[in-house]
């Protein structure tokens, strides 16, 4: 089993920033991608960036430009560099892993982000 630990979230202002932290229980040198995803009351999870094993990354539309991902292999963990947040943002927050070896994806509990003035 592979624990995801979020955290990072909170609320802020529009067109402030924050940065999200997805802690994994297992080293993510042999991940094969991992990823934050966003989902509102009642709506599709959707992507907004992923990070493969060979350093590939993906943004949503809505967030190319302002969001950024990256890891540290060291502390086995991603981010999420939000800047420049629209109240749209709003949302929970979760992080996403899949592994070489394993099947499934690891998903954590979510944090939530709220962008409000």
């Known amino acids: 089993q592979v624990h995801l630990v979020e955290s990072g979230g909170g609320l802020v202002q529009p067109g402030g920033s924050l940065r999200l932290s997805c802690a994994a229980s297992?080293?993510?040198?042999?991940?094969?991608?991992m990823g934050w995803y966003r989902q509102a009351p009642g709506k599709e999870r959707e992507l907004v960036a992923s990070?493969?094993?060979?350093?590939?990354?993906a943004y949503a539309d809505s967030v190319r430009g302002r969001f950024t991902i990256s890891r540290d292999g060291a502390e086995n963990r991603i981010y999420l560099q939000m800047n420049s947040l629209k109240p749209d943002d709003k949302d929970v927050y979760l992080c996403?892993?899949?592994?070489?070896?394993?099947?499934?994806?690891?998903w954590g509990q979510g944090t939530q982000v709220t962008v409000s003035s």
């Open positions: 990070i493969t094993s060979g350093s590939s990354l």
């Open positions: 297992r080293r993510i040198f042999d991940v094969y991608v």
């Open positions: 996403m892993g899949r592994w070489l070896d394993r099947p499934n994806a690891y």
